[in-house]
């Protein structure tokens, strides 16, 4: 399982939060679960960058926060998508299409490009 | 899994703590995963290691989140505080808007204030703050010469003390010396005498300031035996040769002679001591007068001198080698023992003696304005207790004192503001008017702006005052206890001690209009005495007028002579002009010209020490137009001309002073004006003294010479007839012109006139004073009718019960009276010695009396007792009218 993880590129771990939060409210150790789940088993976010990437989100918001019960019962601390982070996932999904697009078209060329100023 | 919103509002109760909550955070995940490793079929134990193991470092993360948690805190405290003050903002403008006249009052009583201290300080900030208009100004300095023995100050520099300045100087990078004068401008237009100052070399140096057009003076046409080259100025230019772009090069007419125009100096550029705004300025060596007395030096120290400091001396430094080069002069030159040179930063020159009244108005509006703030924290102080019903429902509510505290300070500051935005109207609509406090030089050099220094000013000062107004109501309309005030009904539940500071602040009111009345008072007493002075002389149906002949075309003293003889003889064919005659210089109006004499006969006086005395040139019928009577011996006649022995009538006061117990006449007095030398001259008459100088100092020594016998370049005309200004003016300026018709005729004006003219700066800073003391008694009255008018309504009760157990009304009222007469004593006990304490800042301002004039503080302590006494007339009345029936049965 060790050698299958992948290390998160800069920057993807938040639009990763934020799209596990579009199916409803999470605490942090569902959204880990949820993201593990979802990727089958090669996404693991570690909690070192886990919780400071979901206070930043709060702090800059796109995340909303509020203290609410587990499912056994213990307190636990609730986040939200706020309509602003709604919009900020809708548009980096749509950079990350792109992007992946691109790396995509690079990494599986089977030709090199044609000269570019043929005329 | 829904949200519960339980622990949020627990979390709300206890208020936010950042950390905690962090730490509850990560402990619920470490859990969750040891949950979920039992599940997968660990031991307990070993689940918890391994789920620690998987968190990594709790703490660095716990720090992290801590961090950002406090950063959210205090950004959320911001955003309550914003819309905290909003909700203030609504609030307070609502409760104003529900008391309008309370709000009138108020914002009126601010404007006043604020009004009066902004004025007053764009006038400062025009004179004593802002810099001159030069090039780095604070390395300029004047250099001036005073005589310590003879109490003489800051009198120009003879020529040779000047080169010898310029040429070794350590401390200055350049050094100009100026006089001014006026020339007469022909072939262009109407002839016209324009303003002109002869400077030397360095003169544009020292400025260090550039020419609008062509080019400054420069070293060369300093020489000796240069072409003569003029630098016009901006408004002349525009004037008199309509804005011609390639004037530099053209010749001009000055005096009969040719000049070549250099340059044109922007209307920026302004000459200090000489400032006109139509003026040229010419080489000192090409000067038709003064390039005379730079080869022939007379013993008069007549230039003003300018220096720039050299970057790394201080004014101090130069001021210690004025000090050295003295002596050293004095043994090179011998008529310069006895004076010292001495140097002073040009700005504190320039604006020498406005100083002192600028800083006496200044005070003035200071305490109108701490008057004002009395009047609006009483005003408040009532409002208060009107309002403590309010409050007292507020805080019962859960308000907190301080957002109470805060909510009041921002009424008043929002009362504050609209006080000072009315005040900056009233600074505005007065401020061309204020001019006048300057003297016409000062006014062109400073001109007095609602700048934005001025405006920051007067938002600050209104943001204190209402501070200041507010700081005691605030604080008892929050100490006040609310259980007692809903309780009790309005106007009853209102603590003792806010009655106490209203009758303080009354009482603080008439200390402060004490003061303020005194200073206007004394300036008042001391101006009625200046104008009562008799000058000496009798002006009215006295016309004057100046003619100046042009030196290069009248260059002998005969023709001077030849042309007075002519003018008056041709006046005097009038019979209706019959009483004229030329002189110069004319008391007061002009400048005095000061010369040493002796006495023949005496013993030579000490080195360097001197006799002075002031010295006019002047016809036979001078002495009769100017009413100046003839107390021994006889006047001139037309026979003491220059065929005749040299004579002179002195004053009454240097016979005094020089012939104690002896007959002056027939003494010999040794003295000559340029361009005479030394004469010696027979005294033939002793007349009346004359304040030659001005009506506020002394009359001094005179020695009258006969115009026949002592020409000047022309002279001033005076003419005694009761055909009105503009008639006499008319035929003074036909018989000129049928003399010479380019000969200018100016300053035209009816002797009173320029008279009253010389006292319009102390007028109008009296006339200034009187104003803010009449706004400083009218504010103290409404402060004593406040204070009383509220106690009279707070004791109705009180007074039914009197007036029920058979007190008269005339005792009711006097017990109102009283009251007042309480505040009234204290006010004076406090304010009569802080006036007298702080008067004597204002002796130089005084003439005639001392600052601690019984009958002013008298009056003043009069007006306030009757005004105190108005003041309680309308409650007292209100008092006596009560109906101890309705008072008893109101509660």
């Given at each position: 399982m060790d050698k299958n993880r992948l290390d998160l590129f800069r920057g993807t771990l938040d639009v990763l939060i934020l799209k596990a939060l579009i199916w409803g409210p999470l605490h942090g150790y569902s959204i880990t679960d949820l993201i593990r789940r979802q990727s089958d088993e090669v996404l693991l976010v570690e909690e070192g960058t886990l919780y400071p990437a979901l206070w930043r989100l709060e702090t800059k918001g796109l995340l909303t926060a509020e203290w609410g019960l587990s499912e056994n019962n213990r307190k636990a601390k609730f986040y939200q998508l706020s309509a602003k982070g709604r919009r900020q996932l809708r548009q980096e999904m749509q950079t990350w299409d792109a992007y992946a697009t691109a790396v995509a078209k690079v990494l599986g060329a089977t030709q090199p490009p044609l000269p570019e100023d043929i005329g | 899994m829904r949200p519960n919103r339980l622990w949020r509002r627990y979390d709300r109760l206890t208020g936010a703590d950042p950390a905690a909550d962090v730490k509850d955070e990560l402990r619920f995940h470490v859990e969750a995963t040891i949950d979920d490793l039992i599940v997968q079929g660990w031991e307990p134990e070993a689940a918890r290691q391994e789920a620690e193991r998987r968190f990594g470092d709790v703490r660095a993360v716990q720090h992290i989140g801590e961090r950002m948690g406090e950063k959210m805190e205090r950004r959320k405290h911001l955003s309550e505080y914003w819309s905290d003050w909003v909700q203030d903002l609504r609030y307070a403008v609502r409760m104003l808007a529900k008391a309008p006249g309370f709000t009138v009052v108020?914002?009126?009583?601010?404007?006043?204030?604020?009004?009066?201290?902004?004025?007053?300080?764009?006038?400062?900030?025009?004179?004593?703050?802002?810099?001159?208009?030069?090039?780095?100004?604070?390395?300029?300095?004047?250099?001036?010469?005073?005589?310590?023995?003879?109490?003489?100050?800051?009198?120009?520099?003879?020529?040779?003390?000047?080169?010898?300045?310029?040429?070794?100087?350590?401390?200055?990078?350049?050094?100009?010396?100026?006089?001014?004068?006026?020339?007469?401008?022909?072939?262009?237009?109407?002839?016209?005498?324009?303003?002109?100052?002869?400077?030397?070399?360095?003169?544009?140096?020292?400025?260090?300031?550039?020419?609008?057009?062509?080019?400054?003076?420069?070293?060369?046409?300093?020489?000796?035996?240069?072409?003569?080259?003029?630098?016009?100025?901006?408004?002349?230019?525009?004037?008199?040769?309509?804005?011609?772009?390639?004037?530099?090069?053209?010749?001009?007419?000055?005096?009969?002679?040719?000049?070549?125009?250099?340059?044109?100096?922007?209307?920026?550029?302004?000459?200090?001591?000489?400032?006109?705004?139509?003026?040229?300025?010419?080489?000192?060596?090409?000067?038709?007068?003064?390039?005379?007395?730079?080869?022939?030096?007379?013993?008069?120290?007549w230039m003003a001198v300018?220096?720039?400091?050299?970057?790394?001396?201080?004014?101090?430094?130069?001021?210690?080698?004025?000090?050295?080069?003295?002596?050293?002069?004095?043994?090179?030159?011998?008529?310069?023992?006895?004076?010292?040179?001495?140097?002073?930063?040009?700005?504190?020159?320039?604006?020498?003696?406005?100083?002192?009244?600028?800083?006496?108005?200044?005070?003035?509006?200071?305490?109108?304005?701490?008057?004002?703030?009395?009047?609006?924290?009483?005003?408040?102080?009532?409002?208060?207790?009107?309002?403590?019903?309010?409050?007292?429902?507020?805080?019962?509510?859960?308000?907190?004192?301080?957002?109470?505290?805060?909510?009041l300070l921002t009424e008043n500051s929002i009362l504050g503001l609209l006080g000072g935005a009315a005040g900056i109207g009233l600074a505005w609509w007065s401020m061309s008017a204020l001019a006048l406090l300057l003297a016409p030089g000062l006014r062109q050099n400073y001109p007095i702006r609602l700048d934005g220094f001025v405006l920051g000013f007067a938002v600050v000062l209104s943001m204190a005052a209402s501070l200041l107004a507010g700081l005691a109501p605030v604080f008892y309309?929050?100490?006040?206890?609310?259980?007692?005030?809903?309780?009790?009904?309005?106007?009853?539940?209102?603590?003792?001690?806010?009655?106490?500071?209203?009758?303080?602040?009354?009482?603080?009111?008439?200390?402060?209009?004490?003061?303020?009345?005194?200073?206007?008072?004394?300036?008042?007493r001391s101006f009625s005495r200046l104008i009562a002075v008799s000058p000496g002389f009798e002006t009215d149906h006295v016309v004057k007028a100046e003619i100046s002949l042009p030196r290069f075309q009248y260059a002998k003293p005969e023709q001077w002579n030849a042309f007075a003889n002519d003018l008056m003889m041709r006046l005097h064919a009038r019979p209706d002009l019959r009483n004229s005659a030329i002189a110069a210089p004319l008391p007061i109006l002009d400048g005095a010209i000061t010369l040493p004499f002796v006495i023949s006969g005496n013993p030579p006086l000490a080195q360097g020490t001197a006799d002075t005395a002031n010295y006019v040139t002047a016809s036979p019928q001078y002495f009769g137009v100017m009413g100046i009577s003839l107390m021994r011996g006889r006047l001139f006649t037309e026979d003491d001309d220059?065929?005749?022995?040299?004579?002179?009538?002195?004053?009454?006061?240097?016979?005094?002073?020089?012939?104690?117990?002896?007959?002056?006449?027939?003494?010999?007095?040794?003295?000559?004006?340029?361009?005479?030398?030394?004469?010696?001259?027979?005294?033939?008459?002793?007349?009346?003294?004359?304040?030659?100088?001005?009506?506020?100092?002394?009359?001094?020594?005179?020695?009258?010479?006969?115009?026949?016998?002592?020409?000047?370049?022309?002279?001033?005309?005076?003419?005694?007839?009761?055909?009105?200004?503009?008639?006499?003016?008319?035929?003074?300026?036909?018989?000129?012109?049928?003399?010479?018709?380019?000969?200018?005729?100016?300053?035209?004006?009816?002797?009173?006139?320029?008279?009253?003219?010389?006292?319009?700066?102390?007028?109008?800073?009296?006339?200034?004073?009187?104003?803010?003391?009449?706004?400083?008694?009218?504010?103290?009255?409404?402060?004593?009718?406040?204070?009383?008018?509220?106690?009279?309504?707070?004791?109705?009760?009180?007074?039914?019960?009197?007036?029920?157990?058979?007190?008269?009304?005339?005792?009711?009222?006097?017990?109102?009276?009283?009251?007042?007469?309480?505040?009234?004593?204290?006010?004076?006990?406090?304010?009569?010695?802080?006036?007298?304490?702080?008067?004597?800042?204002?002796?130089?301002?005084?003439?005639?009396?001392?600052?601690?004039?019984?009958?002013?503080?008298?009056?003043?302590?009069?007006?306030?007792?009757?005004?105190?006494?108005?003041?309680?007339?309308?409650?007292?009345?209100?008092?006596?009218?009560?109906?101890?029936?309705?008072?008893?049965?109101?509660?």
């Open positions: - | 108020a914002v009126l009583t601010f404007a006043l204030g604020i009004g009066a201290n902004t004025t007053i300080f764009s006038v400062v900030n025009a004179v004593l703050l802002r810099p001159l208009p030069y090039t780095n100004p604070g390395r300029l300095v004047s250099v001036a010469e005073s005589r310590p023995e003879t109490s003489i100050t800051g009198a120009g520099l003879s020529w040779p003390v000047f080169t010898e300045l310029q040429d070794h100087t350590q401390v200055f990078s350049a050094v100009a010396g100026l006089a001014g004068h006026a020339l007469t401008l022909t072939g262009r237009g109407e002839p016209a005498d324009i303003s002109t100052v002869a400077v030397t070399p360095d003169f544009f140096t020292v400025f260090a300031t550039k020419p609008l057009l062509g080019r400054v003076l420069l070293a060369d046409d300093g020489k000796r035996g240069a072409a003569a080259a003029v630098v016009l100025s901006e408004n002349l230019w525009r004037s008199r040769f309509g804005a011609d772009p390639n004037i530099a090069g053209s010749s001009v007419t000055l005096d009969q002679r040719t000049y070549t125009v250099a340059g044109v100096m922007p209307v920026s550029f302004h000459t200090p001591f000489f400032d006109q705004t139509e003026q040229m300025w010419i080489p000192l060596v090409q000067d038709p007068l003064f390039g005379g007395w730079t080869t022939r030096p007379p013993q008069v120290h300018i220096a720039r400091l050299r970057t790394d001396v201080s004014v101090s430094k130069a001021q210690a080698e004025m000090r050295t080069i003295s002596p050293a002069l004095a043994s090179q030159f011998p008529e310069e023992s006895g004076w010292v040179l001495g140097t002073e930063p040009l700005q504190r020159v320039v604006v020498g003696n406005v100083r002192p009244q600028l800083l006496l108005l200044l005070g003035a509006v200071a305490l109108v304005l701490l008057i004002a703030c009395a009047n609006i924290a009483n005003l408040l102080l009532t409002r208060a207790t009107s309002r403590s019903k309010e409050i007292a429902l507020r805080i019962a509510l859960g308000a907190n004192k301080r957002r109470i505290a805060r909510q309309a929050v100490r006040s206890n609310p259980q007692q005030s809903l309780r009790e009904g309005a106007g009853a539940g209102e603590a003792r001690g806010s009655q106490r500071a209203r009758s303080f602040l009354a009482a603080a009111e008439v200390a402060l209009a004490v003061i303020v009345l005194v200073g206007a008072g004394l300036l008042l220059d065929s005749m022995p040299p004579v002179v009538v002195i004053s009454q006061a240097l016979a005094k002073r020089y012939f104690p117990n002896q007959d002056p006449l027939g003494r010999q007095l040794i003295f000559g004006f340029t361009p005479q030398g030394h004469i010696s001259r027979q005294i033939v008459g002793v007349v009346g003294d004359v304040h030659d100088v001005s009506l506020a100092s002394k009359p001094g020594p005179m020695m009258y010479v006969p115009f026949a016998q002592a020409p000047l370049w022309g002279g001033e005309v005076v003419v005694r007839s009761r055909l009105g200004t503009a008639v006499v003016a008319d035929a003074i300026r036909t018989a000129t012109h049928a003399i010479d018709k380019d000969l200018p005729v100016t300053e035209i004006e009816s002797f009173p006139g320029a008279l009253d003219a010389s006292v319009a700066e102390p007028r109008f800073r009296t006339l200034l004073l009187g104003v803010f003391s009449g706004i400083a008694l009218l504010l103290a009255a409404i402060g004593i009718y406040g204070v009383v008018s509220f106690s009279v309504s707070r004791r109705t009760r009180e007074i039914g019960v009197r007036m029920a157990l058979g007190a008269s009304p005339a005792r009711v009222m006097r017990l109102v009276i009283g009251e007042s007469a309480k505040l009234l004593l204290l006010g004076l006990a406090v304010g009569i010695p802080a006036a007298l304490a702080l008067t004597r800042f204002m002796s130089t301002l005084l003439f005639g009396i001392a600052p601690t004039d019984p009958l002013t503080f008298g009056v003043v302590a009069v007006l306030l007792a009757l005004v105190a006494l108005a003041a309680a007339y309308v409650p007292a009345r209100r008092a006596m009218r009560v109906d101890p029936m309705v008072a008893l049965r109101c509660e």
